[in-house]
């Protein structure tokens, strides 16, 4: 059964497809903005399902863009990828289905060639070299086996 909007819900809904076709939103991101427009909690909903049935708001588009994008130009490993969904609410099963998506040669060739440009521009002795190595890249989530694999490298 379609929902039904007042004249004054239809402008925020308008608002709010504007917002979700400039980029791909997540749904609390959405949400949030609704609520900011101080809306109820029942028209929110309502206006997500809305959204939802008529594909402005997709949470699996925005998962596969959201790791494209962050791999491959913030060069975020899986952990945090996987970390940053989820503190958006993604559901579980989503991120997991999409990061398992990520084909194994290209991420580890991508790990190489962004480790191979890095390790050129660590200072210090070996040490502080290896230790600001693990640092850097542990922060952007990527598995120890393949930074301690690469840490070999260091001379």
Known sequence: MPISFTEDEKIIIEKIQSYCLYQDRF???VKNKLYSFKVSSQLVENIVEYL????????????????????????WGRIKLKYELRSKGIDIKIINEHINQINEEDYIEYFNEFSTNKIKFLKGTLDQKKRSFINYFTYRGWENDLIYQKLRDIN
């Open 27 to 29: 749904t609390k991101e």
């Open 52 to 75: 939802i049935d008529n594909d402005y708001l997709n949470e699996e588009r925005y998962t596969k863009m959201f790791i494209q994008g962050k791999l491959r130009i913030k060069k």
